[in-house]
């Protein structure tokens, strides 16, 4: 079974930075594209950014909210991908969640998903 | 950027009874359409991908339909667990991009 684990959410004041991980299991950790989609309270889903697997080039793409403020990397031996966030804004306050890409949609589509970790940006 | 739009924000059904959603793109994304349902307090679960492939273990009474720009999503029967937000996504255009969601309520 497919199991996405993410940590990390927390309190931060704007302008103030933020690591998130996601740990993975249940299946091949360093084939799968993985996913960060964030909601807002009481708002709809955003995609964030991917990080492609290692044999795909592990290349990532962001969303224009977040391009050179976010980042995201992995560690396969850990099977746990990282999301760092950098000159956090109030409106990047939101549930984070980490998923996984579907095969079938070019990895484009999302069959895994964690329970999501708040961040929380205010002064 | 591709802009996707869910029509109505919110519908009322009776258990038992038909519940149909609707989603529009921008502009083309083929077939590369997913839906998605979200209950409260809880990540989202894909229902549908390729417009109208279900996922694994989704139930025979979810189906999609559409191509193009015009996207429905249909629940034949709705079961009192079926009561929750759903979104459509697209994935055939950069950057992938969900629509605002359409909250099914009991009526």
């Known amino acids: 079974e497919v199991q996405l684990v993410e940590s990390g959410g927390d309190l931060v004041k704007p302008g103030g930075s933020l690591r998130l991980s996601c740990a993975g299991s249940g299946f091949i950790f360093s084939n799968a594209w993985i996913i960060w989609v964030r909601q807002a309270p009481g708002k709809g889903l955003e995609w964030v950014g991917r990080?492609?697997?290692?044999?795909?080039?592990?290349?990532?793409d962001y969303a224009a909210p977040v391009k050179g403020r976010f980042a995201i990397s992995r560690d396969d031996s850990k099977n746990t991908v990282y999301l760092q966030m950098n000159s956090l804004k109030i409106e990047d306050t939101a549930v984070y969640y980490c998923?996984?890409?579907?095969?079938?949609?070019?990895?484009?589509?999302?069959?895994?998903w964690g329970q999501g970790t708040l961040v929380t940006v205010s002064s | 950027e591709t802009v996707m739009t869910q029509s109505p924000a919110t519908v009322s059904v009776s258990p038992g009874e038909r519940g149909t959603l609707s989603c529009r793109a921008s502009?083309?994304?083929?077939?590369?359409l997913a839906w998605y349902q979200q209950k409260p307090g809880q990540a989202p679960r894909l229902l549908i991908y390729g417009a109208s492939t279900r996922a694994t273990g989704i139930p025979a009474r979810f189906s999609g339909s559409g191509s193009g720009t015009e996207f429905t999503l249909t629940i034949s029967s709705l079961q009192s667990e079926d009561f929750a937000v759903y979104y459509c996504q697209q994935y055939n255009n950069w950057p992938p991009a969900f629509g605002q969601g359409t909250k099914v309520e009991i009526k």
């Open positions: 998923a996984t890409g579907l095969y079938q949609c070019g990895g484009d589509c999302y069959s895994g």
């Open positions: 990080i492609k697997s290692r044999p795909d080039g592990e290349t990532t």
């Open positions: 502009q083309s994304v083929s077939s590369n």
